[in-house]
Every structure is written in structure tokens, then in C-alpha cells.
């Protein structure tokens, strides 16, 4: 599951790209969490309320469902959760995307991603220096 590191906690991959979510949880997992795997916000929603994460990464562009709904749910039901997520898509030139990546603290990294680009993400997501959280967009 994970590779000697010590046991971070679960972590969720919303992800409809496959290949891409293989990877962040082969990432995640070999930073020692325990990852599940979500295709779309919906999904993800159903496990978020049945499983608490220590972090979350979604995708921002999903069907049904999206990201930028799946973290105004989380605004709503899992505000502790906020925080802890972080945020990716290709996607970095839509207005509607930009407007929403620029409103408010978000953690955001744009893809393509390096494995270590999101290890020091994530890194930087589970001990925040300063106590708040970046976006670059």
C-alpha cells in the first residue's frame, strides 16, 4: 500500500482521466496514505461522507458532478475538510475556472504534474507553515 513512509491517513483521488488517477495514487500511496479513488464529485461525495480524509485531490473538470461544485459541498457539509484539498486541472485558461481558483485561499496545482511538484504540494497541504493555503493560479 504504502512504501516505509509513515502511515499518513486516507487520502481521496477524484480523478475521470484513468491513467492520471492511477498515478496520484500511486504518488499518495507511496507517501504513505491510504487512497481511494473517486471517477467523479459525485462519487467522491459518497465517500467523503462515510470516510474521513486527511486530504483530498480533485480534479476540476469531472463529469456530472465537477470539482469546483464538489468543494462548494464541502463548503456546506465539510468545512474542516477545505483546507486539505487540493485542486488540479489543464484547464488554467477558462474564466469560469480562473474567477474560482482566484476566489479565496485554494490549494491548486496545474497539470501536467510532476510526482514531485504534488509530494511537495502535498507536503505543503498537511504542514502549512503559515496556516494558510496557496493557489497558483
Known amino acids: 500500500m504504502y512504501k516505509g513512509n509513515v502511515y499518513q491517513g ?4 477524484i480523478e475521470d482521466e484513468l491513467i ?6 500511486e504518488v499518495l500511496a507511496s507517501e504513505g496514505f491510504d487512497v481511494d479513488f473517486a471517477p467523479n464529485g459525485k462519487v467522491a461525495v459518497e465517500k467523503v461522507n462515510k470516510t474521513d480524509y486527511q486530504i483530498c485531490l480533485s480534479d476540476i473538470k469531472l463529469p456530472g458532478m465537477n470539482g469546483i461544485d464538489f468543494y462548494h459541498y464541502l463548503e456546506m457539509e465539510h468545512p474542516e475538510l477545505l483546507a486539505r484539498v487540493i485542486l488540479t486541472t489543464g484547464d ?14 485554494k490549494n491548486f496545482i496545474p497539470k501536467p504534474v510532476l510526482p514531485s511538484d504534488l509530494i511537495r504540494k502535498v507536503k505543503e497541504v498537511m504542514h502549512p507553515k503559515s496556516g494558510s493555503a496557496t493557489a497558483e493560479a
Do not use: Y
Open 10 to 13: 486516507k487520502a481521496l483521488v
Open 20 to 25: 492520471i488517477g492511477r498515478l496520484f495514487i
Open 92 to 105: 488554467t485558461r477558462s474564466p469560469a475556472i480562473r474567477e474560482f481558483l482566484n476566489s479565496g485561499e
